[in-house]
C-alpha cells in the first residue's frame, strides 16, 4: 500500500494521534509521517492540533490531559460532521466525469 494512503488510514483508525505514533505504525520516520499529514491538513481531509491548546478545537481541551501535557503535535481526521467547505471543494476537484469522444472535437 501506498505510505500516504496508510497514513490515512492510519489517522483515521486512530481519530487523534501524533506523527510519532503514526510513524510507528507505518513504519516510516515521524518527520516523513508529519509531511504526509500535512498533506492531508492542507487537503481539508485532517486537522493539525498544536500542543498547549493552541489551536485545539477537539472539544475536550482541560479534561483529556492530551493538549496539556504533550509537547508533540496531534492531529485529528476530519469525520463527516466536521466536513468543511474546503474539505467538499478538494474532493470535488478530484471528480471526474466521462466525456465522449464527440465532445472532445
Same mark, same amino acid.
Given at each position: ?6 497514513v490515512?488510514? @492510519?489517522? #483515521?483508525?486512530?481519530?487523534l494521534?501524533? /506523527?510519532a505514533e503514526?510513524?510507528?505504525?507505518v513504519?516510516?520516520?515521524a +518527520?516523513?509521517a508529519a509531511?504526509?499529514l500535512?498533506?492531508w491538513v ?10 498547549q491548546g493552541?489551536?485545539?478545537r477537539?472539544g475536550? @481541551?482541560a #479534561?483529556?490531559?492530551?493538549c496539556?501535557? /504533550? ?7 476530519h469525520t463527516a460532521a +466536521?466536513?468543511?467547505?474546503r474539505?467538499?471543494?478538494?474532493r470535488a476537484a478530484v471528480?471526474l466525469?466521462?466525456?465522449?469522444p464527440?465532445?472532445l472535437?
Amino acid at each position: 500500500m501506498n505510505p500516504l494512503f496508510a497514513v490515512r488510514d @492510519c489517522l #483515521r483508525a486512530a481519530g487523534l494521534a501524533s /506523527a510519532a505514533e503514526i510513524a510507528a505504525q507505518v513504519q516510516v520516520p515521524a +518527520d516523513v509521517a508529519a509531511d504526509m499529514l500535512d498533506h492531508w491538513v492542507r487537503r481539508g481531509l485532517a486537522e493539525r492540533l498544536d500542543p498547549q491548546g493552541g489551536t485545539c478545537r477537539s472539544g475536550a @481541551c482541560a #479534561r483529556c490531559g492530551l493538549c496539556g501535557a /504533550a509537547t508533540a503535535v496531534l492531529y485529528r481526521w476530519h469525520t463527516a460532521a +466536521d466536513a468543511t467547505p474546503r474539505a467538499a471543494a478538494a474532493r470535488a476537484a478530484v471528480m471526474l466525469r466521462p466525456v465522449s469522444p464527440a465532445a472532445l472535437r
